[in-house]
């Protein structure tokens, strides 16, 4: 029985559509799996012609958040806690242990807290130097730092009424999720992904297989790197340059965040953005 051809997904085939739109490409061929070693997508000027351009496409989702997610999840989801009056909304630092002797112990602290009237307790020392605030006392920097030892960046009280006593709503960031009002973490971001496994063997495939042709790496950032997906919906453009191989052509930036607007970035361009949002609308989800 012949294997059964494996189509591009939906993230793939909207980076090439960004791309053909870009380059005035189309596709000649593509990575269906029939073969070990392809390229995800060979384009070119017409359907006739032979392959000008070769693109990969990572659209790795964040494992580690996921992973994370999945035990907030068990341990949170749907739960009334016994212990807190209160209403609570927590948010983890990427990493953070999450399971049943951690979770007891965080509903021992908010209980603490519910008891001396704390509503909200932050781990980021500038809030607790925010303009017409008194330094902060003892109380506020052992609170600090029982937040972090617990892994948690941020709580505070979003209700008191019965029907909220006992409920914990549980949120993460990782640490380039930090919606940042500037494009500092974009060039930092693409950097450790290529020093990860996935964008060390997209970048070799690319060396191996795009000899003689202008050679693509599209990276989709996780919707958790929200400084990435923030940066590039406001527009706004890195100062920085990322450690790109000579090689690479052009190296493409989306964000899962936002599907308005791309990053590329070219060692004679440096970072551009370009708005694309009428070819995302363009493009057709492939049918299950």
């Known amino acids: 029985m012949p294997k059964e051809l494996i189509q591009p997904t939906y993230d793939e085939l909207i980076a090439e559509a960004i791309v053909n739109a870009a380059m005035g490409t189309v596709r000649i061929r593509f990575d269906d799996q029939s073969a070990p070693g392809l390229v995800d997508f060979g384009l070119g000027p017409r ?26 999840n068990r341990v949170y989801d749907g739960r009334v806690h016994e212990g807190p009056q209160c209403g609570w909304a927590v948010q983890f630092q990427h990493g953070a242990t999450i399971g049943k002797g951690v979770s007891n112990r965080v509903i021992a602290f908010l209980v603490d807290l519910e008891k001396r009237g ?52 549980p949120s993460s960031f990782v640490p380039t999720g930090i919606a940042r009002a500037t494009a500092d973490a974009v060039s930092p971001y693409v ?30 950032s996780d919707m958790s790197h929200t400084s990435v997906g923030f940066a590039l919906k406001r527009g706004w453009l890195p100062s ?48 299950s």
């Open 191 to 220: 950097n450790d992904f290529l020093d990860t496994t996935t964008g060390a063997n997209k970048i070799k495939k690319l060396a191996a297989k795009g000899s003689g042709k202008r050679q693509h790496l599209f990276i989709w």
């Open 47 to 72: 359907l006739d012609a032979e392959v000008t351009d070769v693109l990969e496409v990572s659209s790795k989702r964040d494992r580690d958040t996921n992973a994370m997610w999945q035990q907030i």
């Open 118 to 169: 704390i509503t909200k307790v932050s781990a980021d020392p500038a809030d607790l130097f925010q303009a017409g605030h008194h330094f902060p006392s003892t109380d506020n920097l052992r609170d600090t730092a029982t937040a972090r030892e617990l892994g948690l960046n941020v709580v505070h009280q979003i209700g008191n009424s019965p029907d909220l006593a006992g409920r914990i709503s």
């Open 240 to 287: 920085d340059a990322p450690t790109v191989p000579d090689h690479i052509h052009t190296l493409w930036l989306g964000s899962f965040f936002s599907f308005e607007n791309v990053y590329t970035w070219r060692c004679e361009e440096g970072w551009r953005v370009h708005r694309v949002a009428e070819v995302v609308d363009s493009v057709e989800p492939p049918s």
